[in-house]
C-alpha cells in the first residue's frame, strides 16, 4: 500500500512545460516488463493524438491514449497486431510516488486505443498518469477524482461544444487550461462531417465526407492534432456526450438527414463506423464501447453531494425531425403527437428515476440542445427550432411535470449546439413565463463553429423582446466557466473577439448567478 499524504497544488507552469513536449529520457531498463516484452514490434512515437482522462468517481479515473504514430493513415502506422502498453499514476508531476500501475493492450480492432479505468484512488485528489508502448513514453496527463458523498463544497468546471476545425483556431482552449478546473464537459459536435472547406481558416487533411471507420478516425486526427485541445485533455478530466456532427448533420435515431439519398441500411453502417471512431477517441469507460450501430452514452456522475450530472443522448433515441422541417417555422400537427420523444422510453424513464433518487443540492442535465421554449420568429408569428426540444413538446413537458411535482435538488440544464450563448428559464408552462419556473439553462456558444460572430446574433433583440424567459444572448466564441456552492452558482461566460487568427485574449463578457432554490438566474 502506498503511503497516503495530504494533497499539495501543483506547479502549473511546471506541468505545462512537461505536458506541451515530448516526454524523453525512458530506456529499456525502467520500463515496466510488458512493454519491454511486446516483441519486435517497431513503430515511431505514437502519441500524436496526446492523452486524456474522463469520467471521474471519487475512487476511480479513465485513462486515455491511442497509438498513432501517423494517425491520417488506415492502422495509424501500427502494426497489425495488439500491442502491449504500461500505465502509470502517481501523486507527483515527476512519478516519484507511484499510486497504481498496470500492463494492458491495444488492439487494432479498437485503432489501438487504451482505455484504463483506473481504480481504487482516494477521493478528490489530483493525479498525474502516463503510458508506455514500444519503448516510448508518452506525455504526462493530470487528473482529478471526485470526493466522495456529502464531502463536497466547491466545484468548478466549464462546459464546450461545437469546435469545427477549419473555422477558426481553438484559442478558447488555450485560455481554459489556465483555469483552476476541476472538469470540463463537453456538450457535442466534437469534429463536424461535411466537407471541409478548402479555404477555410486553417487547412483540413482530407476533403472526402467519412463513410468508414478509417475516414472518421482519420477526421479525428484531425481535431486531435491541435495543442491547445490536446493540453486541455491532458490537465482536466473530461464528460464528454456527442451531438449530430460526430455522425452526419440533424441525424435522428437511424434516419440520416437525408433519407431520399441514403438508405437506412447505409446510415445504419455508417453510424456504426462513426461510434467506433468516437469510443476510439473519447476517455469513456468500456461500458461505452460501440456495439455494431449502438453506443451506450447516457449515464450519472455524482461529485459529492453537492452536483450530479446526468449526461444525456438527443440523438440516438429521438423521434425523427423531418416531419416538421429542418430549420426554424411555425408549429406542426406532428409535433403534438404524444408518441414523439427526445430520449425514448427507456433513457427517459432512467433520467426521471436518477432525478427522483437524487440527493444532490444541484442535478446538471448535460445535454446537446436547447430545452427551454424560445419563440424565433421575426413577426407576429410564433416559430420554433424544429430540431430542439420545441419540436418534441410532450417529451418536454414529461420532464417539466416531474419537477415541478417532485422538485429535485435545484434543476440547471447546460447545452451546447447554437453556436452562441444564452441564459434562459424553463417555466412549467414552457409558452406561459407566468408559469412556475421549474430550471435554469445555461446555453453555452461553441468554440470556433461561426467564425469570429458579433456581439449578439442579428435577431437576438427582437428574440428577447418576444421572450421575457431569456435573459441573455452573445453570438461570441468561447466557453461558460462555472464555480458551484452548495448555495450559489455562477456561470461565466468566456469569449474571444476573434478565432480567424491565433492569439485572441479571453474576457468575461457576463455572469449570471443562481441562488438555490431560485431557478431564475440574475446578472452579476
Given amino acids: 500500500m502506498h503511503r497516503k499524504e495530504t494533497h499539495r497544488r501543483f506547479d502549473r507552469r511546471s506541468f505545462l512545460a512537461t505536458t506541451g513536449g515530448i516526454a524523453a ?27 486524456a482522462s474522463g469520467d471521474p468517481l471519487s475512487d476511480a479515473v479513465v485513462i486515455w491514449t491511442r497509438l498513432a504514430p501517423a494517425p491520417q493513415d488506415p492502422g495509424g502506422g501500427m502494426p497489425s497486431e495488439p500491442q502491449p502498453v504500461c500505465w502509470e499514476v502517481a501523486r507527483d508531476e515527476h512519478f516519484h510516488r507511484i499510486e497504481c500501475s498496470g500492463e494492458t493492450l491495444a488492439w487494432p480492432e479498437q485503432g489501438h486505443s487504451v482505455h484504463v479505468d483506473v481504480r481504487g484512488l482516494d477521493a478528490a485528489r489530483t493525479y498525474w498518469y502516463r ?37 477558426g ?25 461535411g466537407v471541409p472547406n478548402p479555404n477555410g481558416v486553417r487547412s483540413h487533411t482530407g476533403l472526402a465526407e467519412p463513410l468508414s471507420v478509417d475516414d472518421y478516425r482519420a477526421r479525428y486526427a484531425n481535431y486531435r492534432s491541435d495543442q491547445h485541445l490536446q493540453r486541455a485533455h491532458a490537465l482536466f478530466p473530461w464528460i464528454v456526450t456527442f451531438d449530430d456532427h460526430e455522425v452526419d448533420n440533424n441525424w435522428s435515431a437511424d434516419i440520416p438527414q437525408d433519407p431520399d439519398l441514403q438508405s437506412t441500411e447505409a446510415f445504419l453502417a455508417r453510424r456504426a463506423a462513426a461510434f467506433q471512431a468516437y469510443y476510439e477517441h473519447m476517455p469513456l469507460r468500456r461500458f461505452s464501447r460501440a456495439q455494431g450501430s449502438s453506443i451506450q452514452l447516457y449515464r450519472r456522475l455524482g461529485y459529492g453531494g453537492l452536483a450530479k450530472f446526468h449526461v444525456l443522448d438527443t440523438r440516438q433515441f ?23 420523444t427526445m430520449l425514448g422510453d427507456e433513457q427517459d424513464a432512467w433520467l426521471l428515476d436518477g432525478l427522483h433518487r437524487s440527493r444532490a443540492r444541484w442535478n446538471i442535465l448535460a445535454q446537446q440542445v436547447p430545452f427551454g421554449f424560445v419563440d424565433v420568429g421575426q413577426g407576429e408569428q410564433v416559430e420554433t427550432r424544429h430540431d430542439k426540444w420545441d419540436a418534441y413538446p410532450t417529451a418536454r413537458q414529461r420532464v417539466l411535470d416531474f419537477m415541478l411535482e417532485q422538485r429535485p435538488g435545484h434543476p440547471v440544464v447546460i447545452t451546447g449546439d447554437l453556436h452562441n450563448a444564452w441564459v434562459q428559464v424553463a417555466h412549467a408552462d414552457p409558452r406561459d413565463p407566468e408559469s412556475t419556473p421549474l430550471a435554469s439553462e445555461f446555453v453555452g456558444t461553441s468554440i470556433t463553429s461561426g467564425g469570429d460572430g458579433t456581439d449578439q446574433t442579428a435577431t437576438a433583440p427582437v428574440v428577447l423582446a418576444k421572450n421575457p424567459q431569456v435573459l441573455f444572448n452573445s453570438n461570441r466564441r468561447g466557453y461558460v466557466s462555472c464555480l458551484v456552492t452548495p448555495e450559489l452558482w455562477r456561470s461565466d461566460f468566456r469569449a474571444v473577439p476573434y478565432v480567424s487568427t491565433e492569439g485572441a485574449p479571453v474576457s468575461t463578457i457576463a455572469s449570471y448567478v443562481l441562488e438555490n432554490g431560485n431557478p431564475v438566474p440574475y446578472l452579476d
Wanted: a neutral charge; hydrophobic letters at 35%.
Fill in 169 to 193: 483556431y481553438y484559442t478558447a482552449y488555450q485560455h481554459m487550461a489556465e483555469e483552476d478546473l476541476d472538469l470540463v464537459v463537453f456538450l457535442g459536435d466534437y469534429m463536424y462531417e
Fill in 25 to 51: 529520457g525512458a530506456t529499456l531498463s525502467t520500463l515496466p516488463r510488458l512493454a519491454r516484452a511486446g516483441g519486435s514490434a517497431k513503430f515511431a512515437w505514437p502519441y500524436t493524438l496526446g492523452v
Fill in 318 to 340: 429521438r423521434s425523427v425531425t423531418t416531419p416538421c422541417g429542418y430549420g426554424n417555422g411555425p408549429d406542426c400537427p406532428a409535433q403534438l403527437d404524444p408518441t414523439r
Fill in 131 to 167: 503510458f508506455t508502448a514500444g519503448g516510448h513514453q508518452s506525455p504526462i496527463g493530470r487528473t482529478r477524482t471526485a470526493p466522495r458523498a456529502h464531502h463536497a463544497d466547491r466545484l468548478r468546471f466549464a462546459f464546450a461544444s461545437c469546435q469545427h476545425f477549419e473555422t
